[in-house]
C-alpha cells in the first residue's frame, strides 16, 4: 500500500521544526522514527499534506543523568533499553520496553514518537504516567514543561498543540531506593498488551511502602493510575495488601471491549496483573 502525496522538509533545529509546523498549520505531522505514521499513512488512515522529518536534529537525541534521568525524543528504543545510565537509574524503562514490538521496530521507533503518539496500549506512555515523568514541549515562544498526568488527553491524543515539538522526557527520581514490576498480557510476543501494569514503591527499613505508583495499560483512552491501590499500599506492608489492591484496580477502571477482548477479560486481567507485581515487589523487597 502506498501513502497519498505529501511533501516533505527535513528540519535542522527545534526552532526550524517548530517553524515549520506553524505555516503548515493542521495539514502537517511530525516524522520520527516512522512505525506508526508510516503504517497510518500507508492504509490512508492519515494523509498529512507535509511531513517534517526531525531524525537530523541532533540535541532531541541522546540519554543524560543529571539529577533526574532525561531522554531525548529521536532516542530510538533500541538505544533506550542498550543504555546502562537507563538501566542504572530506572531499570523498569528497559524492562518494559523489551516488550516493545520487535527488533526492526525497536530500531526505528524512537522514544518521544511513542510518547507523542499516546497509544493507551503502549508500554511507554503507561511507564512515564508511573514515574512521574515530566515531557518537554517546544513551540514558537520556548520551551515549556507538561507533567506526564496532564499530558494524555485521549486515544492518540495529547495536550500538545499541532505546531508543538514534545523534545525530550524527564524522570525525576532514580529508583535505587525503589522496588518495582512490570507485566503484561498480550496475544503474542511483540504485540501490542492488552493490559499492562508498571508499579513502583519504596518501601522503609520496617517494611512498610511509603510511596506507590500503579499505572495500567489497555483499560482506557489514556494510560491510568489506580489511586486506590496506591493509598491503600502506603502504610502497609505489599504482601498483605496485594490482592485487595489487584480488586481495587478491577473495581476502579471502566475498560472497553473490542476485537481483542470483552471489558469483563480486561478487568480481570487487571485485578490479576496488579496482584502479580505487587507480589513481586515483595518478594524483590524482602530480598534486598
Ligand atoms: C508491527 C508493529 C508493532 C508495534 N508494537 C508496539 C508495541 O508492542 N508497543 C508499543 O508501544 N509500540 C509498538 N509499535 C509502535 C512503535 O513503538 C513506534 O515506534 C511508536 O509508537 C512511535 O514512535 P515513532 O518514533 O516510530 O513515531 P512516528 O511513527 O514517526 O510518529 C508517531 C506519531 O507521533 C508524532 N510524533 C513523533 N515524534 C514526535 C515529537 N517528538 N513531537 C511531536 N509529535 C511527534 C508523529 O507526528 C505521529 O503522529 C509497533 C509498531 C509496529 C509497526
Request: aromatic content about 4%; overall charge negative; proline content about 4%.
Amino acid at each position: 500500500m502506498k501513502p497519498a502525496p505529501f511533501k516533505y522538509a527535513k528540519a535542522g533545529s527545534v526552532e526550524e521544526a517548530t517553524a515549520l509546523l506553524d505555516e503548515h498549520g493542521d495539514d502537517v505531522k511530525v516524522l520520527a522514527g516512522g512505525q506508526s505514521l508510516i503504517p497510518l499513512m500507508n492504509m490512508r488512515l492519515a494523509r498529512p499534506e507535509v511531513l517534517i522529518d526531525i531524525n537530523g536534529i541532533e540535541s532531541l537525541s541522546g540519554i543524560e543523568v543529571n539529577g533526574g534521568l532525561t531522554i531525548g525524543a529521536t532516542t530510538r528504543h533500541a538505544a533506550v533499553i542498550r543504555s546502562g545510565e537507563v538501566q542504572r537509574f530506572a531499570p523498569i524503562i528497559g524492562e518494559a520496553m523489551r516488550h516493545v514490538g520487535h527488533v526492526g521496530i525497536r530500531s526505528r521507533g524512537t522514544f518521544g514518537g511513542s510518547v507523542a503518539h499516546a497509544d493507551p496500549a503502549s508500554e511507554i506512555p503507561t511507564i512515564v504516567l508511573a514515574l512521574d515523568a515530566e515531557l518537554t514541549v517546544a513551540g514558537l515562544a520556548g520551551e515549556r514543561t507538561v507533567a506526564a498526568e496532564d499530558y494524555f488527553v485521549s486515544t492518540f491524543t495529547t495536550e500538545m498543540e499541532d505546531n508543538e515539538l514534545l523534545t525530550a522526557v524527564r524522570f525525576p527520581y532514580p529508583l535505587d531506593h525503589a522496588v518495582w514490576s512490570f507485566h503484561e498480557v498480550a496475544r503474542r510476543h511483540g504485540d501490542f498488551a492488552l493490559v499492562g501494569v508498571a508499579a513502583v514503591a519504596e518501601v522503609d527499613d520496617a517494611g512498610v511502602c511509603t510511596r506507590a505508583r500503579v499505572a495500567l495499560s489497555g483499560v482506557a483512552d489514556v494510560p491510568v493510575r489506580v489511586k486506590a491501590a496506591e493509598e491503600l499500599l502506603v502504610g502497609s506492608a505489599i504482601s498483605d495488601v496485594a490482592e485487595e489492591a489487584g480488586r481495587l484496580a478491577e473495581r476502579e477502571i471502566d475498560p472497553g471491549a473490542d476485537f481483542h477482548a470483552s471489558a469483563e477479560y480486561r478487568k480481570e486481567v487487571a485485578r490479576a496483573l496488579v496482584t502479580r507485581a505487587l507480589n513481586d515487589m515483595a518478594t524483590k523487597g524482602e530480598s534486598r
